[in-house]
């Protein structure tokens, strides 16, 4: 089986740039996507196709992609943005897996 | 407003089935790729099932292949989530979420979810 590996939290200062990892074999020869999840909320889209944003996602919110790991990035990071967030990939035509999450914490 | 809504949720006994809904509404429901994820109380997002824009081809997760079916009703904007000899592993919030239209996959809109509980 496939598994997408994140960390279980990563911790940030305001203003400051938060990096969010996700690993799988081969992961930049897929497309990677990342959603945002606030307590109690639905899950939002924030990257899709390794690096784009949706319609309304802040700039400060940026995705790459290559090699084994996918990476989120929030520059400028502010306090709404302390959510759990989960990369999620299609491993194959008939396979969607999510990461297991990511919770942000802003101090 | 382009929107989701499930409903169907609830309490049911360990090996019973539920049938879960998912209203579409705001978007041309027929044209777009859909899906069920679900998210165990404390944990992470799973996802579940998938089906086509005709719902001719669907695929499962091997957790819920032989025991889940989806399907959808285009010409009343309806997806649907059969759910059979269900266990306490099935308890979660189930949602419903759109596949984008863009030239690979990703989900652009998602319900807000309803809540299964599977108990004695």
């Known amino acids: 089986s496939y598994e997408l590996t994140q960390p279980p939290s990563v911790s940030v200062s305001p203003g400051q740039t938060a990096s969010i990892t996700c690993s799988g074999d081969?992961?930049?020869?897929?497309?990677a996507c990342w959603y945002q999840q606030k307590p109690g909320q639905s899950p939002v889209l924030v990257i899709y196709e390794d690096s784009k944003r949706p319609s309304g996602i802040p700039e400060r919110f940026s995705g790459s992609n290559s090699g084994n790991t996918a990476t989120l990035t929030i520059s400028g990071t502010q306090a709404m943005d302390e959510a759990d967030y989960y990369c999620q990939a299609w491993v194959s035509s008939t396979l969607c897996e999510f990461g297991g999450g990511t919770k942000l914490t802003v101090l | 407003e382009v929107q989701l809504v499930e409903s169907g949720g609830g309490l049911v006994q360990p090996g019973g089935s539920l049938r879960l809904s998912c209203a579409a509404s705001?978007?041309?429901?027929?044209?777009?790729?859909m899906n069920w994820v679900r998210q165990a109380p404390g944990k992470g997002l799973e996802w579940v099932s998938y089906?086509?824009?005709?719902?001719?081809?669907?695929y499962d997760a091997d957790s819920v292949k032989g025991r889940f079916t989806i399907s959808r009703d285009n010409a009343k904007n309806s997806l649907y989530l059969q759910m059979n000899s269900l266990t306490a592993e099935d308890t979660a919030v189930y949602y419903c979420a759109r596949e984008g239209l863009g030239a690979t996959r990703y989900l652009d809109l998602w319900g807000r979810g309803t809540l299964v509980t599977v108990s004695s």
């Open positions: 081969k992961l930049g020869d897929k497309y």
């Open positions: 705001g978007f041309t429901f027929s044209s777009y790729e």
């Open positions: 089906t086509s824009r005709s719902g001719g081809t669907i």
